[in-house]
């Protein structure tokens, strides 16, 4: 499994990215797959995740605001942020781990399969 993340970048507050996870390996129908972030000495923390039936989760902190999709035949999970607030910004991590998921799951721990992240800053 390979995960790697693409599409941050600076933006002004109310602005819009669109991340992009290319998950190589991963099996589509059993794995949980998810968005993190981690900014500057605070903890990593979950964002949004899709279970293996296409559902996504999210943080009360980016609900309404962020969505997440997978694209099966590109392998692909993405993350599309909207109205961006600067307490959004951090560095965004892709996760999975393969086994089935039908519920949400946002321990760090759960995750075994992580990308490298890419970061994400809004300014005010």
């Known amino acids: 499994v390979h995960l790697a993340e693409s599409g941050g970048g600076s933006v002004q507050r109310g602005g819009s990215l669109r991340l992009s996870c290319l998950a190589s390996?991963?099996?589509?129908?059993?794995?949980?797959m998810a968005w993190f972030r981690q900014a500057p000495g605070k903890e990593r923390e979950m964002v949004a995740q899709?279970?293996?039936?296409?559902?996504?989760y999210y943080s009360d902190s980016v609900k309404g605001r962020f969505s997440i999709s997978r694209n099966k035949v590109e392998n692909m999970l993405y993350l599309q942020m909207n109205m961006l607030e600067p307490e959004d910004t951090a560095t965004y991590y892709c996760?999975?781990?393969?086994?089935?998921?039908?519920?949400?799951?946002?321990?760090?721990?759960?995750?075994?399969?992580w990308g490298l992240g890419t970061q994400v800053t809004v300014s005010s």
């Open positions: 899709m279970d293996s039936a296409d559902r996504g």
């Open positions: 996760a999975a781990y393969t086994a089935t998921c039908y519920m949400e799951q946002f321990s760090v721990a759960k995750y075994r399969y």
């Open positions: 390996g991963v099996p589509y129908d059993r794995s949980c």
